[in-house]
Structure formats: structure tokens, C-alpha cells
């Protein structure tokens, strides 16, 4: 008679992964986000004229100011933070360390990167007069622009990371 060896790690409880998924289903929403905007919102707004592009990118850039996105926006590293500590105990996994990894990213390269980058060219942006736009408005669409790209790569690439974590913790390797 064969008995079929049994896993050294066993499947996590629910509740512990319960903060991995928000992260990663938090970490989804913005690439989508950020990712929706580059491929679509960005190349609509290069076919518009200079004083239509300042009044709908100011009109995006003050309306994304909201409670839902802000908790959009700061979630995932929290989440991260989170699903890390309450798994200290696997902080050896490789599934544990690319989490915190992922959460690191997220916070140096799309908040802290935001915060540096974006929001200083939005801001820009929203001083415009649109009938009176100075003779860089076009290379201040292109760096911003250029800036959500990054963003939109980079949190693509902390989404996937973090579902493989969750995919490999959840079948037991760790990986």
C-alpha cells in the first residue's frame, strides 16, 4: 500500500491571506488605473489642441483627489506591510520576500515617484491659463506622460509579482 506523502508546509489559513489578496487585488485596480490612462486617456489627449488638452488634463488631475482613490493609491504597500507581518514566521519563503519586495517598489517607485514627478507637473498643468499656454506645454504633457508610463509598467509588474506570491503560497512551495 502507497500512501501519498503529505506537504511540508501546509496551505495557509484563510485569514492569514486574507491581507496577501487585498494587496494583490489592490495592487490589480492600479495597474489597471494607471495602465487604462497610458494606453487610452494619454493618446486621446495628444490629439487634442493645447488649450482643450489644459482644460481636461487639469480637470483629471483635481478630480482624481478622492477618498476612494487616495485609499486606491496608499493601499497596497500597507497591504503588503501587512500580509508580511502577519506571516513573519515565513519571512524565509521566497514567496514572503518578493511580497516585501513588491511592497518597497510600490512605495519608492509609484508614491514617492508621484510625489517627485507627477504631481509637480500637474501641478503645472493646472496653473495654465488655456488660452494663454507657455510655449512648453506640449514637452510638459510629454514628460508627464512619460511619468504615468513608468508608473503604469511598474505597478503592472508589482501586480504580477505579487499574484505569483500568492499563487506559489497558496500551492505550498513558497515560490
Known amino acids: 500500500m502507497t500512501t501519498i506523502p503529505r506537504p511540508h508546509n501546509p496551505p495557509p489559513a484563510l485569514l492569514v491571506l486574507i491581507p496577501h489578496a487585498l494587496a494583490v487585488l ?3 485596480l492600479m495597474a489597471g488605473f494607471f495602465g487604462t490612462y ?3 486617456v494619454n493618446l486621446a489627449m495628444l490629439q487634442m489642441d493645447g488649450a482643450t488638452y489644459a482644460t481636461v488634463q487639469s480637470a483629471f488631475n483635481r478630480n482624481v483627489r478622492h477618498a476612494l482613490f487616495f485609499a486606491l493609491f496608499f493601499g497596497p504597500p500597507l497591504w503588503c506591510a501587512l500580509a508580511v507581518a502577519t506571516a513573519w514566521r515565513e519571512h ?14 510600490y512605495l519608492l ?6 510625489q517627485q514627478v507627477n504631481l509637480p507637473l500637474s501641478y503645472t498643468t ?5 488660452q494663454a ?14 511619468a504615468n508610463l513608468w508608473r503604469a509598467l511598474l505597478s503592472l509588474g508589482c ?3 505579487a499574484l505569483g506570491t500568492l499563487v506559489g503560497r497558496l500551492a ?4
Open 133 to 146: 499656454l507657455p510655449a512648453d506645454w506640449a514637452k510638459v504633457r510629454d514628460q508627464w506622460n512619460a
Open 172 to 175: 505550498g512551495r513558497g515560490t
Open 26 to 28: 489592490w495592487l490589480g
Open 109 to 114: 517607485g509609484i508614491v514617492f515617484f508621484t
Open 159 to 161: 501586480f504580477a509579482t
Open 126 to 130: 493646472e496653473a495654465w491659463n488655456p
Open 92 to 105: 524565509r519563503a521566497l514567496w514572503w520576500r518578493l511580497l516585501a519586495v513588491v511592497g518597497v517598489a
Open 38 to 40: 497610458s494606453a487610452n
